[in-house]
């Protein structure tokens, strides 16, 4: 059996905070804001990925995702409305059961887990990760584990902080400071530059095809971008 991606004492962390994750002025406020924008990047793959018709509602009918870290559902939900058949899991119960409810309330048929990918079966052709890899065990054994969740001809997509003076001023001195991220989220020792993370998808067999940033400005708020010192997106497929 694979050793565990788990950090237990996050998975707990992440637990305190999932009867107020569907909160959009909650304490996953600013995940609520996060999510649009990464919505959009993630539409935007798979049409270039699979040379959709840009207009399509359901461009992943007929297609299986797989959402690691899905939290709440905040992503595998519209996952499942692009047409996809969506698996999402957690490590923490106390999340997946609020996932689950937010579902059947919103008459979404996802199939939710409390799970670690290390340990899952099964091939997916979209597998996303997004800000989960700064919270796992080891980032090259999580990644690896990702790739063995994807089908031939699929997309990965994952997301996370890029370490750099402006994340740690932004993610942890400002947001997390302020309150817009609850204390504790985020090390930054943990955080990974665009390079390591090329490099983990590479060994994993892996290629990045796509590294896109989000950034914040009093004018725009959170959105894509070329600038990678805050935030970034990475699209890989099968070498």
Sequence with gaps: MAATTIVR?????FGRLAADWWNPNGQSALLHRLNPVRLKYVRDQIDRHWQCDECSRTPLAGKTALDVGCGAGLLSEPLARLGAKVTGVDASP???AVAREHAATADLDIDYRVADVARLGGAFDLVTAMEVIEHVAEPAAFVEALAKRLAPGGLL???????????RLMMIVVAEGLGHIPRGTHDFGK??????LKAL????GLKCVD???IAWSPWRGLHLTDDLRL???VSAVHA
Excluded at 9 to 13: F, G, M, S
């Design 211 to 213: 590294v896109e940033g």
């Design 94 to 96: 106390e999340v997946i």
């Design 9 to 13: 004492e996050e998975a707990e962390r």
């Design 231 to 233: 935030n970034y997106l």
């Design 157 to 167: 997509i994952m997301s996370t902080p890029n370490a750099t003076p402006m994340s």
């Design 191 to 196: 955080f990974i530059p665009p390079e390591r």
């Design 201 to 204: 998808l590479a060994q994993a």
